[in-house]
């Protein structure tokens, strides 16, 4: 029988959110201080993909079945598609799921489809070029619609686009949002935003409620939203379907706590800080232990240990977000 990682609340823990990198090409202001994060980081404190893919071997073999890449922008680390194949033979990984800001996806998404990602979230915070660029501090909104189209044409499945509603910047898009969701037969998930890393807790000022953007939207489409749940996948979006179509939206509101009794997931920092919480500062440092020569059974033995710190609930309003690896881009969303 496959062993499976249980916390002190009794969740299976079966999904691993890993950063392969901190460093993005673009500048989100909820997200990512101007200068990025390490502007001089040292690259030895980034672990190597085999370091990486040692840790998932470990979780895989614990019971994870599914993986999300993410980062940073998961696509300015090289030779992703080479680590995704190198991960994907793991033997009880059922799952290889991308997070991206799609900017290099064009280029990238067959090879990462062949090498074994099967799903994007993507983020699409405005469908105008001008505000687009304004918002990412400098991204380019035609490669990261092109980038949807080849994920698209190339068969990942299924795309989910997140945008970011954020009062006064963008929350005049929502209804463009879902018509263009539609357009393409994809999801459209909305987040508020969260209180993580200086940048984060900078934005809340800009907060807009999930509800508002439900009642927003249920006037747009003029039918009712019917709640659709249970689907593996959904993680702490409450989603919809648009009554009549097949068209799934979904809002994420992480500072209610409503998710957290169903939590499964645990992240890996890029520089091997395995975070028990988006919104705790329970941590536990494995790189150090890897560098230091421990054995296959000591690092499943670690993770597992690991496990009993996972805390109950997040914290948003308490003060973890000074804490070095607390910034949404180390944590990877
Ligand atoms: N670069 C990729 C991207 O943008 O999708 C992956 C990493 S990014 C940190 C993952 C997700 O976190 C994105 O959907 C982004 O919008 C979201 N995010 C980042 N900071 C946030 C914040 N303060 N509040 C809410 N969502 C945030
Ligand atoms: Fe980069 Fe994604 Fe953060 Fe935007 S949200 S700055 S694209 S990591």
């Given at each position: 029988m496959r062993k499976s990682l249980i916390d002190p609340f009794n969740r299976t823990i079966d999904y691993v959110r890993v950063s392969v990198t901190d460093k993005c090409n673009y500048r989100c202001g909820y997200c990512m201080p101007e200068q990025g994060v390490h502007p001089d980081g040292v690259h030895s404190e980034y672990l190597s993909y085999d370091e990486l893919a040692r840790i998932i071997k470990a979780f895989v073999d614990l019971g994870v079945a599914k993986i999300r890449i993410t980062g940073g922008e998961p696509l300015v680390r090289k030779n992703l598609a080479g680590f995704v194949a190198q991960i994907k033979a793991f033997d009880g990984l059922e799952d290889i799921a991308l997070s991206t800001n799609a900017h290099y996806l064009e280029r990238e998404a067959e090879a990462l489809t062949l090498a074994g990602v099967t799903r994007a979230n993507i983020s699409i915070d405005s469908l105008r070029p001008a505000r687009f660029k304004n918002i990412t501090r400098g991204g380019d909104l035609e490669k990261v619609l092109a980038g949807v189209d080849k994920a698209l044409e190339v068969g990942m499945k299924p795309i989910k686009f997140n945008m970011v509603v954020m009062?006064?910047?963008?929350?005049?898009?929502?209804?463009?949002?879902?018509?263009?969701?539609?357009?393409?037969?994809?999801?459209?998930?909305?987040?508020?935003?969260?209180p993580i890393g200086p940048a984060g807790v900078g934005m809340m000022e800009q907060h807009y409620p999930a509800d508002k953007i439900l009642a927003r939207i249920k006037k747009h489409v003029g039918v009712d939203l019917i709640p659709s749940t249970g689907k593996s996948h959904d993680g702490p979006a409450r989603n919809f379907i648009i009554a009549g179509t097949d068209t799934r939206i979904g809002v994420i509101s992480a500072v209610s706590q409503h998710f957290c009794a169903t939590c499964n997931r645990v992240r890996l920092t890029a520089k091997g800080i395995l975070a028990?919480?988006?919104?705790?500062?329970?941590?536990?440092?494995?790189?150090?232990?890897?560098?230091n020569g421990i054995t296959d059974e000591a690092l499943q033995q670690l993770i597992v240990d690991a496990m009993l710190k996972k805390p109950e609930k997040h914290f948003f309003n308490e003060n973890v977000h000074n804490i070095e690896f607390r910034q949404m881009v180390q944590l990877g969303g």
């Open positions: 009062k006064g910047t963008n929350d005049d898009e929502i209804e463009a949002m879902v018509d263009y969701g539609i357009q393409k037969g994809v999801e459209v998930r909305f987040i508020e935003t969260m028990l919480c988006l919104g705790q500062a329970d941590s536990v440092d494995l790189r150090t232990p890897l560098r």
